[in-house]
């Protein structure tokens, strides 16, 4: 067990559609890492924050968002679904902010797109 | 074009037998970490290196860091159907502090 709790952990839903996947991060972790894995692509990093703002951006569309609330836990929003965004999303989490530091995962949020 | 390039991409192998995969780069990394992800569940992370030529042996795991820090390796001896996975290798590049992962090898070890 990661400590880090992600759901939900299946998703069906249509295209044209808004859904909310949520984080919590492992005890005492500050950064949230989002990532999308998907057979061809391997797994791609989205966006990170730590602390509260927004530290570092990656493959990120812009019909994604995300933040990080008050208490730690994230939630990555996505809109106006489309075909290709069927992935799965993981959440990591790390104590500090660099990229070597280890990060521990969420076991996922499976997104199919109908 | 991806960073970090892992070979083979697949392999299956039968238990007891050796094997070896590669992450290889044309960048500079500052450390590289190596993890393994098991179906239905997130990647875990086994081993990072940060120096260069630098070696690490977790049980039956060897982990070695190229002399200039652009790739790595991970041998297994004596596969057991319990290393089945998928194994990722992790760069953070001396030019930023991003973690960039690789496609990884999805590994097979049959019974």
């Known amino acids: 067990d990661s400590g880090v709790t992600q759901t939900p952990k299946h998703l069906i839903t249509a295209t044209g559609q808004r859904v909310t996947l949520r984080c919590s991060p492992r005890?005492?972790?500050?950064?949230v890492y989002w990532y999308q894995q998907s057979l061809d692509q391997g797994l791609q990093f989205l966006i990170q924050?730590?602390?509260?703002?927004?530290?570092a951006k990656g493959n990120i569309l812009e019909r994604f968002s995300a933040q990080q609330f008050p208490d730690l836990h994230s939630e990555l929003n996505l809109s106006s679904l489309e075909l290709g965004d069927s992935a799965l999303y993981f959440c990591?989490?790390?104590?500090?902010?660099?990229?070597?530091?280890?990060?521990?995962f969420g076991d996922g949020t499976r997104l199919s797109i109908l | 074009t991806q960073l970090l390039e892992q070979s083979p991409q697949f392999l299956s192998i039968q238990e007891g037998e050796n094997l070896t995969v590669y992450c290889n780069s044309s960048?500079?990394?500052?450390?590289l970490q190596w993890y393994r992800q098991e179906p239905g569940e997130g990647p875990v992370l086994l081993v990072t290196?940060?120096?260069?030529?630098e070696v690490k042996k977790l049980k039956r795991l060897t982990f070695q860091f190229g002399d200039a820090r652009k790739d790595s390796s991970l041998h297994i001896t004596a596969a057991q159907p319990g290393d089945t996975g998928l194994y990722l290798c992790a760069g953070r590049p001396s030019s930023n502090y991003k973690l960039t992962f690789g496609k990884g090898t999805l590994l097979t070890v049959n019974p």
């Open positions: 990591a989490s790390s104590v500090g902010w660099a990229g070597d530091q280890p990060q521990h």
């Open positions: 005890s005492g972790d500050l950064s």
């Open positions: 924050y730590y602390n509260g703002e927004e530290r």
């Open positions: 290196v940060v120096t260069g030529g």
């Open positions: 960048s500079v990394f500052s450390s």
